[in-house]
């Protein structure tokens, strides 16, 4: 590596904070998802009659679904800013490794859906009188399944950018293949509000750990392939 | 132009015999299974199927590490023709299974974990033809091709086990002493013949429909080649 050139920690997070930092001045991204999140759970408050039973048993589901669809939303925005400006030829240009600008999105990205969850998860509390998903474990199940869902899905939604269908075509990529993931972390989830000895929670989260691991992995490594010109 | 080459004509009359050797095995020798009777001949298709869908599914994910490795257009054409052959026989494994499903189970479909992992997988390969669709230059096309079968090929198997979560009612029939109780049976040895058959005929016919797909992938580039020749 040339000495000018910064480290990949440094590159990382000067590409998160340039997008955090143009976020918090437009805010369009954030506020789009959450009002979509809202919206959402709205539908599926009439859809399920999310009355005392049911909900117990399809918390999980909802939330889940709910932080899927906000999530494309979310990650399709995020890479059409850069496509549609030229943003991406500058990052492209830059005299970083690329491995930086997949993590730098990933982090990114990852921030934008952990802020969406901040916000969701009490609201959805209040709403429906569930304090159980405050729990550690809950929320650290979401952690692991937001993690692996934005890790692919920032790959392709890099690239269903540079498709002619582009938007359309990012959620009929991601759903198939983050099926693992969603279904892990419902299940984890699912296991820690109804109460779940631990034991059946571990076998779902072990899942979404390899998940993680793997993804992120096979994310990084052909990134460079999905960028190249 | 090319001319067809002798040894994939000679490819193309072995694999309509086979087929019909195939038949012949699983309609007329197979003996008639004691529970279920005739509805459980169609598993030595269901099962041929199944697994040239799978060998598919397996080659175009390790095409696609290769094309990204020496960036050959050929490999592209060889993963391209495995899935589109693969999601076609793929399909007929599952609309086979719903139809012994329907007098096993007494529905054609259920969300077992082997059939929603089926059911994913095809709407995998199906994304994979929507993707390459909605790219005009091909070499970008390839690359993205490749970059997406090699995410489905190691999503499947997971989706797979986090499915087995819940549980299965899919009979396990090689491999599995009690698997009566799901609908499955205890193979007899003219049963294994006709479905090794089955096996050996559907690998036969998958070898010819390769070699047709990347034959016709080849000639489909030349002819694009000769199109811009002659706009220009």
């Avoid at chain 1, 159980?132 to 899905?153: C, D, H, K, T, W």
């Avoid at chain 1, 009929?172 to 820690?192: E, R």
């Avoid at chain 2, 095409?63 to 050959?72: H, R, S, T």
Wanted: glycine share 6%.
């Amino acid at each position: 590596m040339k000495p000018s050139a910064p480290s990949l920690l440094k590159a990382t997070f000067a590409i998160v904070q340039k997008d955090l930092a143009a976020e918090l001045r437009s805010r369009e991204l954030l506020s789009a998802m959450l009002v979509f999140s809202m919206l959402v759970i709205l539908i599926f408050n009439f859809a399920l009659e999310l009355n005392i039973d049911v909900r117990k048993s399809v918390t999980a589901g909802v939330l889940w679904t709910t932080f899927a669809f906000a999530g494309t939303l979310g990650l399709n925005r995020s890479m059409a800013v850069e496509k549609d400006r030229g943003c991406m030829d500058g990052l492209l240009l830059a005299p970083v490794d690329r491995s930086a600008i997949f993590f730098g999105k990933a982090i990114s990205n990852l921030a934008f859906m952990l802020i969406v969850e901040a916000i969701v998860i009490p609201m959805y509390a209040i709403l429906y009188n569930e304090t159980r998903i405050f729990q550690p474990e809950f929320l650290g199940v979401l952690l692991l399944g937001s993690i692996g869902y934005i890790a692919v899905g920032t790959l392709l939604s890099a690239m269903s950018v540079q498709t002619r269908t582009r938007d359309v075509l990012l959620p009929i990529l991601l759903f198939p293949v983050a099926v693992p993931v969603l279904l892990a972390s419902v299940k984890a989830s699912g296991g820690i509000i109804t109460g779940a000895p631990f034991a059946e929670i571990l076998t779902p989260l072990n899942l979404l750990i390899v998940y993680d691991i793997v993804f992120i992995a096979i994310s990084f490594m052909v990134f460079d392939y999905v960028v190249e010109e | 132009m090319q001319s067809k080459p002798i040894a994939l004509t000679i490819l193309d009359i072995l694999s309509v015999i086979s087929l019909g050797v195939a038949t012949y095995f699983a309609l007329v020798f197979a003996p008639t299974e004691l529970f279920m009777g005739q509805v459980q001949r169609v598993f030595y298709f269901h099962v041929g199927t199944a697994w040239v869908g799978m060998l598919g599914f397996i080659l175009a994910a390790i095409a696609g590490i290769i094309y990204l490795i020496n960036k050959d257009m050929r490999w592209d054409r060889f993963e391209v023709a495995a899935v589109e052959i693969s999601t076609m026989f793929f399909f007929i494994t599952i609309v086979l299974g719903s139809i012994w499903a329907r007098p096993a189970w007494n529905t054609w479909w259920t969300w077992d974990p082997r059939l929603t992992t089926a059911a994913i997988t095809e709407l995998i390969y199906i994304a994979y033809f929507m993707l390459r669709a909605g790219i005009e230059d091909p070499e970008k096309r390839a690359r993205f091709g490749a970059v997406y079968t090699l995410l489905g090929g190691i999503s499947v198997p997971i989706t797979f086990m986090v499915i087995r979560l819940f549980r299965t009612i899919h009979p396990v029939v090689i491999g599995n002493e009690s698997a009566a109780a799901q609908g499955g049976f205890s193979m007899s040895g003219d049963m294994v013949t006709a479905m090794l058959v089955s096996f050996a005929a559907f690998t036969i016919i998958f070898i010819d429909l390769m070699w047709h797909r990347i034959r016709i992938g080849g000639l489909q580039d030349k002819v694009e080649e000769l199109k811009l020749k002659v706009s220009m």
